[in-house]
C-alpha cells in the first residue's frame, strides 16, 4: 500500500483502529520499520481514533504509553531499548497484554510476531511511504480484509 504523505498515514492508523472489535483487549498491533518511517505516527492515529484527545507522546523514553479510553486500556510500546525477550518482564509485559498493545520495534524481540495479530512493516518508497499489511492470526487476517477493501 502506498501512503503518498503524512495524512495517507493517519488514514491508515484510523482504519486500523476502526476494524477492531470493541473489546480488544488481547490484541497486538505490530509496527515494524526503520526511524521515521512512520510507526509513531500511525500508532497516534490509532489512538486517536479510538477516543484520546490529548497529546501522544512517544514511548521512546518511558517505552510504555498507557491510555484509558473508554473502558478500554491501549499500551504504546517501544520495544527499540530492548535487548531481549527478557527484560519485557520488567516492563510488566504480561499485565500489558490484558490491554491492546502497539508495538514499535517487534523485531527486538525474537518470537514476538507469533504472538502478535496483525504486523505493518513500514518503509520508505515512491516518493512517500510503503505500509504492508500481514494477518499474523485468524482474527489479524479478518480485521485487514475490511482494512484492504
Do not use: C
Not at 515494524?32 to 512517544?58: C, D, F, W, Y
Not at 518511558?62 to 516492563?91: A, M, Q, S, W
Not at 491492546?100 to 502478535?116: C, H, I, K, Y
Request: charged share 25%; no cysteine.
Amino acid at each position: 500500500m502506498h501512503l503518498k504523505d503524512t495524512a495517507a498515514t493517519e488514514k491508515l492508523g484510523k482504519d486500523l483502529a476502526g476494524a477492531l472489535p470493541d473489546d480488544a483487549g488481547g490484541w497486538m498491533i505490530l509496527l515494524q520499520g526503520e526511524l521515521g518511517a512512520g510507526k509513531s505516527t500511525l500508532a497516534r492515529s490509532m489512538i486517536r481514533a479510538l477516543g484520546h484527545s490529548g497529546n501522544v507522546p512517544s514511548p521512546t523514553y518511558t517505552l510504555v504509553e498507557p491510555y484509558e479510553l473508554n473502558g478500554k486500556t491501549i499500551y504504546h510500546v517501544d520495544l527499540y531499548r530492548i535487548g531481549d525477550e527478557n527484560e519485557l518482564e520488567f516492563l510488566g509485559w504480561s499485565d500489558l497484554r490484558e490491554g491492546l498493545l502497539l508495538v514499535e520495534w517487534p523485531e527486538r524481540v525474537q518470537g514476538l510476531s507469533d504472538q502478535g495479530d496483525v504486523l505493518v512493516k513500514l518503509g520508505y518508497g515512491g516518493g512517500g511511504r510503503i505500509a504492508e499489511l500481514n494477518g499474523l492470526s485468524q482474527r489479524g487476517r479478518q480485521i485487514l480484509e475490511s482494512v484492504l477493501l
